[in-house]
């Protein structure tokens, strides 16, 4: 007789084994554990957005002044518009990001939220979390927080929530969070 989940030889009779069964119990708890403790937002602040478009603005601002010489006015309007439209596009997208992103932390495990899909890691298979900052995430009190995972690859099963605000309150909160289900 074989596991019908992985293929192994069982021993005993029956359908799986022991090993898939722990698998399967600890699934079937992560499923069970509904009770939201804590719930992470991502921030849209249009202030630290703005921040993010450096780049464009120098080469727009190049670009404008450069027609100008040319006394190519038309062209410098153009590129004005260009400018306006791509900074109101780049902020609706990323308001349009954060509202859609959380990350919610259960007794047993936390997921992460981006509009309908989900990335869930229970506590028993974090390796770490960490948080960093930007010069400008500081200035506003922002952080990104990663969570990687004790097996498979970061891009695959880690998960990452940018522009947290109140980073260091929120983290302390996470660290309370973590810290007792280590202590169990
Ligand atoms: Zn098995």
Redesign the pocket.
Known sequence: MR?K????KLRKEGD??T??YKEYCKEEALDNDTNEIFKLYRQYLPKYQLTRFFDFYMIMLLLIAASFVQKAIGLAIFFIFVTIVGVAVGLIVSKRIAVNTSCIFYEKKVVHKYKDRKKTLAYSDLKNVTYYQNFFQKLFKLGDIQFRPELGTYLTKGFEIKNVPNIEDNWAKIQEILGAEKED
């Open positions: 596991c989940i992985c293929g192994a799986i084994c090993s898939c």
